[in-house]
């Protein structure tokens, strides 16, 4: 059974960095797509980064381009993403979230997606 634990998020004031952490457990698929979403207030989910344990390619939104960064530790089966410069827009509760569907060619698309976290809040106060 697939298992993921989001921890890491908080309060911080603009210009500020977060590092989210996700511990995932029971992913027997290989290659697979382990990713970040968020969904602020009112909005829908959208994705953040993901990565493609095929070769490990990452992706990124183009809003998070050069500022988030998301990497992945096999030895201890975690997840990262590392937030720099955060501003009020990126305010949103965080999930991680793990597909074991032919997910390449959709990596941050939420219905590529069939294990999700309970979800980590951010909130960036200017």
């Known amino acids: 059974q697939v298992q993921l634990v989001e921890s890491g998020g908080g309060s911080v004031q603009a210009g500020g960095s977060l590092r989210l952490s996700c511990a995932a457990s029971g992913i027997t698929r290989s290659p697979y797509c382990i990713a970040w979403f968020r969904q602020p207030p009112g909005k829908e989910r959208e994705g953040v980064a993901a990565?493609?344990?095929?070769?490990?390619?990452?992706y990124y939104a183009d809003s998070v381009k050069g500022r988030f960064t998301i990497s992945q530790d096999n030895a201890k089966n975690t997840l990262y993403l590392l937030m720099n410069s955060l501003s009020p827009e990126d305010t949103a509760m965080y999930y991680c979230?793990?597909?074991?569907?032919?997910?390449?060619?959709?990596?941050?698309?939420?219905?590529?997606?069939?294990?999700w976290g309970q979800g980590t809040q951010v909130t960036v106060s200017s």
């Open positions: 990565i493609y344990t095929g070769g490990y390619r990452t």
């Open positions: 979230a793990a597909s074991t569907y032919d997910c390449i060619w959709s990596v941050l698309r939420p219905y590529q997606y069939n294990y």
